[in-house]
């Protein structure tokens, strides 16, 4: 038996992503049509007032829900309530429901729900036919596998019995080869179906979702029903009143009467004993012979009051009698049921469903072919080849590798050179680069040559210039690098050329290949990096090619490379240099072997016949412009590290600074850019000074009582000596907020949400300041014209982390020559990972496809699949959560005969809360077994849109696919 990689669990047991809750926030959904409906009887005819809900099912099998804009879940479907006499209701139907399962759920949300004592001698302190309040968490349901207009739907705690039984699995969570523990399964038409037949026959009804049963305390109401028909109910009712006598006899309300059967029901796996005289279990005996205690009760009673009642009632007692006789003490029913006719194309499709699942579980695990006696994913040969041909790009990276890095030290050292000599005051003599490289500069020219070869030069950026005394600085310029550096032959390559030109950039836009320098201050000139070094840099390299031969074969090599980067200092700390974080970074190669002629494609022209290499990667950070690496430039090791608490300043003396004033603000309010229409208003506003950063001004106009608003607007201020001479830097826009009459309204709901009192400082974190409050919590209004300092603490401190990357590698291979088959391969990912242990990845993977469709690889011969997965924290409930999805795509199948496309989806979740407990549970930080005891992971497998199986983790590394029929397979077993 091989172990199953972790991959392959990954990819089958613990998929996926997209909105696996079942909740949404879309209205009810479906058109309602007055003349399609359900009807049936809440309890035997005697629950009322019951809330009744008709629930179609979401993709996981599960009652759909909504959420409110409150969060307030509720079920989806339409609702009714059972009448106050005879627990009859009425619910209509949305169209899109008919033909469909449905679950019919009735519930006491507000408290008003009733059921009438059937009991002769009363039930506790109500009175025989009296209503009895019930739980106001009662909830009962009845699951049918194919709603039909006019239905009958009965909705009791028999019917619950069924409901629950056709949503459960068992696993085989202790390796003894029983399966005892339940667990949550999902509702489908053949489980429902079944367990309905199942609990039919367990109490000798028909059919306990359309029968209709007889309350037995109503016995002389007249019916239509026929007399076989009449018996029937007569029993039916008697065994949904039974409960109410199990709850007098063993002192517990009714509705703990109802989950005491249920649990022994579950328990026992859908049976309950016939009998059993030697534990206080319920039985099937207790519940029959309580039926017909209650049954014989209401009939002397009724008589005793000269009242007719059907020879029937008599007939259904008698056997009800008989089939408690009939049990045996100490066994379990043994209830077993036969597949009908009716599901018979559901038996089909869930034997072709576990026929699929078992190839494609041997196919993850020899995905690439590595054992060429079993069946793969992809065609072991292709593999074979495809592996070597990387293994080229491997060998010729390697070999190059330390030429290309000194490539841009070399480039950086002209760089540094280049600033120099811009700056210098004298003639500049030539030099070298790190590695030996020439450096010659040119004055007439003002340009740098590396190597002779590479030429620098730069031009400066409009954008933020200032012109004083006739004279132009600026805030950025651009430095050009054109030309080539020359790469040496090695023991395995031959020599070659780096070369970068002009080419359209990644928006598609003509660019010349430059660093661009960003400052904090104006320059006539870029300033020599001793001088100042630059706030941002900005790289633009659109296109960087070099001629290498891979396996032999020719091969031409292009590159695009651009990055910002994000200069940050430490304020508290003056004797640090700038470090750079990454802010964005786009890489594309391009990589094409040996024209061979051309092929025809799928879409009716043609194709190059070449091996072809692609490999497009786009990516941004989080705190890249805050965060203070331990490094000058990038590095990988600089991700998710916090910095040394050495390195950080916990406790900050006057950290912010606030200072309360009015002023005259002159707005455009006019159609015009005349002044003429301009308005001139007193605003409040306070500064707020941060240590270390910038002073930030909040500008409140006055209210405006027709609108009950008031003007916004926040500013950038300069840091001046005089505070009240401060000037404005660059300003937001005006924007309205509505319910803000003044500075201090606004100030206060700050406060509340967390803004004010709480600042971040760049390289260092968060800090929190304690503002002045009055007995009730408020904030006390600042004084006016009054400067106000307070001392910050460390609360929180950055890490650098990933926005977002997405990174897709093609591979276009030659596999025939003689017969021009070209063989595609794509591997595409994304990933959002702004924290560690939290984040969001989906990756699609296809092999041999002609086109690619809603995300997944498609065509004729398609192997294909798209996995995602999200990890994160659920602040309402307290745990973590991880939500997958599994999309498997697998054309030219011939399993079933004729050769066809076939889909699998699988959707999991899990949710456990973090602990010390040694637990692992779902796909992520297992090995650190953070999980606390209450684990709770499934998956769902649909076959051909139908949920057919949920796989669990039953022990650690036991990976069950359990089917709607109770058989199972493991994952991992070849």
Not at 113 to 127: H, N, Q, S, W
Not at 728 to 755: K, M, P, Y
């Amino acid at each position: 038996m091989k172990s199953i990689s972790r991959l392959t669990l990954l990819a089958l047991a613990a998929a996926l992503v997209t909105s696996c809750s079942g909740n949404s926030s879309s209205t009810k959904g479906g058109t309602v049509d007055d003349n399609t409906f359900l009807t049936g009887y809440v309890g035997a005819s005697d629950i009322s007032l019951s809330k009744v809900h008709a629930v179609p099912l979401d993709y996981e099998g599960q009652p759909d829900t909504e959420v409110d804009a409150n969060g307030n879940v509720s079920f989806k479907g339409q609702v009714t309530t059972s009448s106050l006499t005879t627990g009859f209701y009425q619910v209509n139907l949305a169209t899109s429901y008919v033909g469909a399962p449905l679950i019919l759920i009735a519930e006491n949300k507000d408290g008003r729900t009733t059921y009438k004592c059937e009991l002769v001698d009363g039930c506790g302190a109500v009175a025989y036919k009296g209503d009895v309040p019930l739980d106001t968490d009662y909830q009962i349901r009845a699951a049918v596998g194919e709603s039909l207009e006019a239905m009958r739907v009965n909705i009791n705690w028999i019917t619950d019995l069924a409901s629950s039984l056709a949503t459960t699995v068992y696993i085989d969570a202790n390796g003894d080869n029983t399966t005892d523990t339940e667990k949550t399964g999902f509702y489908s038409e053949y489980s429902i179906e079944i367990a309905n037949l199942h609990v039919s026959e367990m109490f000798g009804i028909s059919d306990i979702i359309s029968a209709t049963p007889i309350s037995p305390a109503s016995l002389a109401f007249e019916t239509t029903l026929a007399s076989s028909m009449l018996e029937e109910g007569i029993m039916y009712g008697a065994y949904v009143a039974a409960v109410q006598k199990l709850a007098v006899d063993r002192d517990i309300d009714y509705y703990a009467a109802v989950n005491l059967v249920l649990e022994e029901f579950l328990l026992n796996q859908g049976q309950i004993f016939q009998k059993n005289t030697a534990s206080s279990e319920v039985s099937l005996y207790e519940l029959t012979e309580a039926a017909a205690d209650i049954l014989d009760a209401n009939i002397a009673y009724l008589e005793s009051v000269n009242t007719i009642v059907p020879a029937e009632a008599d007939r259904a007692s008698t056997l009800l009698r008989n089939r408690a006789a009939s049990f045996i003490d100490g066994e379990l029913t043994a209830v077993q049921i036969d597949v009908p006719e009716s599901l018979a194309s559901w038996q089909t499709s869930l034997e072709k469903s576990k026929t699929f699942i078992t190839d494609l579980n041997k196919r993850f695990l020899n995905f690439k072919g590595d054992n060429p006696n079993e069946v793969s994913f992809i065609d072991g040969g292709y593999a074979d080849s495809l592996e070597l041909y990387y293994d080229g790009y491997t060998n010729v990276y390697n070999a190059i590798s330390p030429q290309l890095d000194a490539v841009l030290q070399d480039v950086r050292d002209g760089i540094s050179y280049y600033l120099d000599c811009l700056n210098s005051s004298t003639t500049c003599a030539s030099s070298t680069t790190t590695n030996g490289r020439s450096l010659v500069y040119s004055a007439s020219d003002k340009t740098v040559s590396i190597s002779g070869t590479l030429t620098l030069s730069y031009d400066a950026l409009d954008t933020g210039s200032i012109v004083e005394n006739s004279i132009t600085t600026y805030l950025a310029f651009d430095v050009y690098t054109e030309g080539f550096l020359a790469l040496n032959a090695t023991a395995t390559t031959d020599a070659t050329n780096v070369t970068f030109d002009t080419s359209t950039n990644s928006i598609d836009v003509e660019e010349r290949p430059h660093f661009r320098l960003i400052y904090n201050s104006h320059y006539e000139v870029p300033p020599a990096f001793s001088t100042d070094e630059a706030g941002g840099i900005d790289v633009a390299w659109p296109s960087v090619k070099l001629n290498v031969a891979i396996n032999d074969e020719p091969h031409e090599v292009e590159v695009l490379f651009e990055t910002s980067l994000f200069g940050v200092s430490d304020p508290y700390d003056s004797a640090v240099e700038v470090h750079y974080n990454p802010t964005a970074v786009v890489f594309w190669l391009r990589s094409s072997g040996e024209d061979l002629g051309e092929i025809s494609n799928s879409t009716g022209g043609t194709s190059t016949l070449q091996n072809y290499t692609s490999l497009i990667m786009e990516a941004s950070t989080v705190n890249g412009n805050v965060y203070y690496a331990d490094s000058k430039w990038p590095e990988f090791s600089n991700l998710f590290i916090k910095r040394p608490e050495s390195a950080l300043v916990t406790n900050v003396s006057d950290l912010a600074t606030f200072y309360r004033s009015t002023e005259q603000v002159t707005t455009d309010t006019g159609a015009t850019d005349s002044t003429s229409d301009d308005t001139v208003e007193t605003a409040e506003y306070i500064d707020i000074a941060i240590a270390g950063g910038s002073i930030g001004r909040y500008r409140i106009f006055p209210y405006n009582a027709s609108l009950d608003a008031s003007n916004l607007q926040i500013c950038t201020m300069s840091d001046t000596a005089d505070i009240t001479a401060r000037e404005e830097l660059a300003c937001g826009s005006i924007t309205r907020v509505g319910g803000i009459t003044n500075l201090d309204d606004f100030l206060q709901l700050q406060f509340e949400g967390g803004v004010l009192d709480y600042h971040e400082v760049a390289a260092q974190g968060g800090y929190k300041i304690t503002l002045p409050t009055d007995a009730d919590g408020l904030l006390i209004p600042f004084a006016e014209d009054v400067e106000v300092a307070f001392d910050g603490v460390l609360e929180n401190t950055y890490q650098l982390g990933i926005g977002a990357l997405y990174l897709t590698a093609t591979a276009n291979y030659v596999t025939d020559v003689e017969n021009r088959e070209l063989t595609p391969t794509i591997l595409d990912t994304s990933l959002i990972r702004k924290v560690k242990d939290y984040f969001e990845v989906t990756t699609v993977f296809g092999y041999d496809y002609d086109y690619i469709l809603s995300n997944i690889p498609t065509g004729a011969n398609a192997q294909s699949f798209n996995i995602s997965y999200l990890v994160e924290y659920s602040e309402t409930s307290n745990v973590n959560i991880e939500v997958g999805s599994l999309v498997v795509l697998r054309s030219g199948v011939t399993l079933f005969g004729a050769a066809e496309s076939i889909g699998l989806l699988s959707t999991s979740r899990v949710e456990y809360s973090v602990g010390d407990t040694n637990n692992a549970c779902g796909a992520y930080n297992r090995d650190e077994l953070v999980s606390g005891d209450d684990c709770e992971a499934v998956a769902y497998l649909r076959y051909r849109g139908s949920l057919m199986a949920t796989i669990r983790e039953e022990r650690p590394g036991v990976y069950i696919v359990r089917y709607v029929d109770g058989t199972w397979i493991m994952l991992g077993e070849s």
